[in-house]
């Protein structure tokens, strides 16, 4: 359902606000810079290339080990948005976001997990009304996702979709899932002025409006019930320094390794939403706490690894969740799994 011009007005406000919180990390663009920003994305395409290959399958059961004692009653968990959510540039299903996550919340839960991934490459965020319908028409409303995870926004940016229009359409994505009974998480919009061959000023210009967007789809998804999880700054610093080891052939998206980097970012909360991990006071030494909703958007999209959850009111909590991996003889195992059992 459409959202009211008022509604589309306070999520203008809203994006405005973040903006000024943000302070010069997250201002607004001029048109001029917006314009010499597509000129340079233009060049630079010519050396980041790109693959045309189809993203790995990865669709099916996750800790079957598990299933003699939950038989029946799987985690079900649904992957939806674009390229990076799909998994594009890797060549094995065990190798996608999705699977990666798929595989450790077995392992934390003890339970097998059922994943669904919907996701498209090239899509924007106005493409999620499909995913979704295309997600849940084919089952019984008892039987929706226990948990959804969006990647999406690199290519709302790209592509030039008004950060009021991309927000809107994310909102209602949030709030359809949120109806069918799902718990929601939100990877937000990546900075795209970590991709190696983008030079000045593009680089600088691009971080601005992939954060600016990030803090947008922040307010949107935790005013309607979601938590997101800031990918910007995590793929920023880590990238930039193991450009080689973190991006795939492409010089685009994600290698293996990049993409486990991003995965266990997103799994603390992933977990935290399902009850399944340790609620932990927040910490005012890593400055966690609760803030007004704009506030804590702003300051997750400059810093990856950030969690945002609603509170009451016009109130968030921020939270720097640790990052627990896997002990390393379980860790290679677990990436060494064998490829999903497909129904």
């Not at 790209?158 to 949120?178: C, K």
Request: with cysteine.
């Amino acid at each position: 359902m459409p959202m009211s011009k008022a509604s589309s007005a306070r999520v203008a406000r809203r994006i405005a606000t973040a903006a000024a919180y943000g302070g010069g990390g997250i201002g607004l663009v001029g048109g001029a810079a917006v314009g010499l920003l597509f000129t340079e994305l233009q060049l630079a395409k010519r050396h980041i290339g790109g693959s045309d290959d189809e993203p790995p399958e990865s669709d099916g059961l996750y800790g079957g080990a598990f299933g003699r004692l939950y038989a029946g009653r799987e985690l079900r968990m649904a992957f939806l948005g674009d390229s990076t959510a799909a998994g594009q540039g890797v060549p094995r299903a065990r190798q996608t976001p999705g699977a990666l996550l798929a595989s450790a919340l077995a392992a934390v839960a003890e339970r097998p997990v059922e994943l669904r991934n919907v996701a498209l490459s090239g899509a924007m965020s106005d493409d999620l009304e499909r995913q979704i319908t295309l997600l849940l028409s084919a089952r019984e409303p008892a039987m929706a996702p226990d948990v959804c995870v969006i990647m999406i926004g690199a290519n709302d940016v790209t592509h030039r979709m008004s950060p009021a229009r991309s927000v809107r359409y994310l909102s209602d994505a949030v709030a359809r899932l949120r109806t069918a009974g799902c718990e929601v998480v939100v990877g937000t919009c990546p900075d795209l002025g970590s991709v190696e061959p983008v030079g000045q000023p593009l680089r600088w210009i691009a971080r601005r409006l992939s954060r600016q967007l990030a803090a947008a789809q922040t307010i949107a998804v935790v005013e309607e019930g979601g938590r997101t999880v800031s990918l910007g700054d995590l793929l920023g610093p880590e990238f930039s320094a193991n450009p080689r080891e973190l991006f795939g052939p492409d010089n685009y998206h994600p290698s293996a390794e990049g993409y486990a980097t991003a995965a266990m970012a997103v799994l603390p909360t992933l977990c935290a939403a399902l009850g399944l991990w340790p609620d932990e006071r927040p910490d005012s030494r890593r400055r966690e706490g609760v803030l007004p909703v704009a506030r804590a958007a702003a300051e997750a999209a400059a810093e990856g690894g950030t969690e945002v959850a609603g509170m009451r009111g016009p109130w968030a909590l921020l939270k720097h969740r640790r990052r627990r991996r896997l002990p390393p003889e379980q860790e290679t195992t677990w990436q060494r799994e064998e490829e999903p059992e497909r129904h």
